[in-house]
């Protein structure tokens, strides 16, 4: 017998889109609030193709590529630029800390743009900033200093938009195992990128004669990304990954996301490692050819620069190609550790990341002081420590991505990337190069005094790396619980949501 009603299949019952709100009256960032009402679209495909997908992430890696290329140019160029404009270390490192104190300052704000407007056009937006200012940056005269630092403080505007964006894009196209793989991969080209920045900016500057041609190379090449990312990179739904390609909706305000952030104790204890690295990271990555230039003069290898182009370049080249292999070696096998433990070791992650920088301290340490025996041997330490500190690039973006909501992986980025670089490399190259002015004014200047000022201002490199090691061990007591909190109790709540609406309705 028929029933008065006909049985409504579970596919046909529409599910509204996921979202943040609750009208259950319980207060934000509870757990019914957060997460019970994230529903997703049954029997929903992924709105973007696999070869789609894998075309946007090689997108942006170029691109994230071109950001760092640019951003360690001038650190390859130091010396000349320092000749050009005779200015001492201190003076010299505010380059990088104009650069960075723009992309801190801005990045919350694209943060919070990103988790609500249309991501793929605020990059856009954000690359012909940076391509017109790092270009314009290669016109300043001598007597421009102050021009030259506001241009690379504009051209942090442009990556403050890119890198806060980019990585959660790739987090909306894979899910699992495929995500952390790509992640690896757009965060290689981290230090492959600024591997290369020392090379061409030296390079460049040897082959013309001028050091400003260094600064002209990635903005040509940055017009080919910006075709590339037009054309070639969707804008997914955020969350499309976890929903099947349905989506996420926000209705949260930013205040609540902030609040949200600072409860995730895996979060903010993984900031502030990520804050160690990046000041870690960030004097090595401004200083190291210099400090081996000065290495060669003490040691009587070479003469001192006081030409308006220094030989440099050679320490640019094999720090940047030690650069490059490292982090292609240390982000590779990072990963590989990653996914061949998380499922045996649920804190696996940071535990790696705090490995990876208490064991680059020693390395780095022997390096300073092994410098003004012998380069070589300096080389092998740097080179290991490299391998170590690269370990953590991927792991720990992948880390943000999975005790993160969707909705708020943009916010968290951003409030990530402006602590990690408030706290981190916005001022560790001018505060290397501030404790080095101060050192050498304690005694009549001379080359080798050059040389061992800014050797005892760097041992403050060792010292953070066993600081952001001790925030990591503090994460691993409580990633695994945060996970929880996150991606897999949405997967839980959706298949509770299929099998309720599975039941006849007559």
């Given amino acids: 017998m028929e029933p008065k009603g006909s049985v409504t299949s579970p596919r046909d019952i529409p599910i509204p889109r996921w979202s943040l709100s609750s009208s259950s009256g319980l207060h934000y960032g509870s757990f019914v609030n957060s997460l019970s009402s994230l529903t997703p679209q049954a029997g929903e495909k992924a709105s973007i193709s696999p070869r789609r997908a894998y075309i946007a992430v090689a997108v942006l890696c170029y691109i994230n590529l071109l950001n760092y290329m640019e951003r360690y140019t001038i650190a390859g160029v130091l010396l000349n630029i320092q000749k050009f404009f005779d200015i001492n270390d201190s003076i010299a490192a505010l380059l990088q800390t104009a650069f960075i104190c723009s992309f801190l300052l801005l990045a919350p704000l694209f943060g919070y743009l990103g988790d609500r407007y249309n991501r793929k056009y605020i990059m856009i937006g954000g690359l012909c900033v940076w391509l017109v200012t790092a270009a314009g940056s290669s016109l300043v005269t001598s007597s421009l200093f102050w021009l030259l630092m506001l241009l690379r403080a504009l051209v942090g505007v442009g990556e403050a938009s890119y890198s806060t964006i980019a990585p959660t894009i790739i987090g909306d196209l894979f899910v699992g195992t495929q995500r952390s793989a790509m992640i690896c991969v757009f965060y290689i080209f981290i230090p492959v990128g600024s591997g290369l920045g020392y090379i061409t900016g030296a390079g460049i500057a040897t082959v013309t004669g001028d050091w400003r041609w260094a600064l002209r190379v990635t903005p040509i090449m940055g017009l080919v990304g910006l075709f590339l990312l037009v054309f070639l990179c969707p804008n997914p739904p955020r969350g499309a990954a976890e929903t099947h390609g349905e989506g996420v909706t926000e209705q949260s305000s930013y205040l609540e996301d902030i609040k949200y952030l600072l409860k995730n104790k895996s979060y903010v204890l993984s900031t502030l490692g990520v804050t160690a690295t990046a000041f870690l990271v960030g004097a090595l990555g401004f200083w190291t050819p210099n400090f081996l230039s000065r290495a060669q003069v ?31 070696l240390g982000g590779c096998l990072g990963t590989g550790l990653s996914r061949w433990f998380r499922n045996k ?65 943009s916010t968290a980025e951003a409030l990530q990337i402006s602590v990690c670089h408030l706290l981190g490399d916005a001022g560790s190259p001018y505060l290397v190069g501030v404790i080095s002015d101060a050192i050498r004014r304690s005694k009549p200047t001379t080359h080798s005094w050059d040389f061992d000022s800014l050797k005892y201002s760097l041992l403050l490199c060792p010292f953070v790396g066993i600081v952001g090691g001790v925030f990591f061990l503090l994460t691993a007591f409580y990633i695994a619980e945060d996970r929880k909190a996150a991606l897999p109790l949405v997967e839980a709540l959706y298949s509770t949501h299929l099998l309720q609406d599975s039941t006849p309705l007559y």
């Fill in 345 to 409: 070791v649920p804190n696996a992650d940071p535990l790696i990341c705090a490995v990876g920088l208490l064991g680059s301290a020693p390395c780095l340490f022997i390096a300073l002081f092994v410098a003004s025996a012998n380069i070589p041997t300096t080389y092998v330490f740097i080179f290991i420590g490299e391998v170590l500190i690269s370990l953590n690039w991927a792991v720990m973006a992948d880390i943000l991505l999975y005790v993160v909501v969707p909705t708020r992986r």
């Fill in 298 to 328: 003490f040691q009587g290898l070479q003469l001192p620069c006081n030409n308006p182009v220094c030989l440099c370049s050679l320490y640019s080249y094999i720090f940047g190609a030690v650069t490059v292999v490292t982090g292609i």
